[in-house]
């Protein structure tokens, strides 16, 4: 890993890839390392509050995932190539860390566990696997065919539309959104949305991948988030072997890092 410099009191790191891909991060306090994942149209600077509450009793590594920020990208993309990625940062914190994913990045935790990874403990926060929803599957791969269609016409703007209605939000609002000055940013990122579908596969329980993880596995929600997404993450929970859920009361997929920020500290470098 080479130390590009302090910024706020924290380290800017940048880590290399397999494949030659430059991963940037940010490192947050001292103690056990514990590498935060973002999820979709997020980059790490998105996790930064939350890595600041693990700061107090943790390493927290925050990081681009590749094709956002001031990562770099390599093609062809497969999800193998964001496990790399981690591969990368593990190493370069010394060989073995825990691993926490938000929304999507907890699928991808999923997958860099269960490909074997050196991890000392995982976790994720509601991650948005479609079994308790009606027609979520049928969802999922109308969403994948259509972003798929708008990126191979570099069509961002529709590509950022896409995964704002799968989220849920209306047209008022996304109209909204297209009108604010982050509206730039998030078409910037919006090839990385085909990542994330990538990740997130058919967009139900993995349960042959969670059965692989040994490693002590916590799983939250929010109990003010719909109840699909609580149930299915409790499902995720019972499907790894060594899982934990709980439920944040109060809180939705938006969670408050001064609220969620306690919880993994204890878990992670209690």
């Known amino acids: 890993m080479e130390k590009q410099e302090k910024q706020d009191g924290h380290d800017r790191l940048t880590a290399v890839s397999r494949d030659g891909t430059r991963i940037a991060c940010t490192r947050h306090g001292h103690g056990p390392a514990v590498i935060l994942v973002s999820g979709a149209m997020s980059t790490g600077g998105t996790l930064a509050p939350l890595a600041g509450r693990l700061a107090e009793r943790c390493t927290a590594v925050v990081y681009d995932r ?39 990045g907890g699928a991808l935790v999923v997958e860099a566990v269960a490909s074997g990874l050196p991890v000392r403990r995982a976790g994720v926060y509601e991650v948005p696997f479609a079994d308790f929803l009606p027609g979520g599957a049928e969802q999922q791969a109308a969403y994948a065919r259509n972003l798929t269609a708008a990126l191979a016409e570099d069509r961002r703007g529709d590509a950022v539309e896409l995964f704002l209605r799968l989220t849920g939000l209306g047209e008022e609002v996304i109209r909204g959104a297209r009108q604010s000055p982050m509206w730039a940013g998030m078409e910037a990122i919006a090839p990385s949305l085909a990542y994330d579908a990538a990740v997130m596969g058919d967009g139900l329980l993995p349960r042959e991948r969670l059965a692989a993880i040994s490693v002590p596995f916590l799983v939250v929600a929010g109990g003010a988030s719909p109840a699909w997404m609580r149930e299915g993450n409790r499902a995720l929970a019972e499907a790894a072997p060594r899982g934990d859920f709980r439920v944040l009361e109060g809180q939705t997929h938006m969670v408050e890092p001064d609220v969620l920020g306690p919880v993994l500290t204890e878990y992670f470098c209690g």
């Open 66 to 104: 590749r094709g956002r920020g001031e990562s770099g990208d390599t093609e062809p993309y497969a999800v193998e190539r964001e496990v790399e990625d981690l591969a990368a940062l593990i190493d370069a914190v010394g060989g073995e860390a825990a691993l926490f994913g938000v929304s999507s």
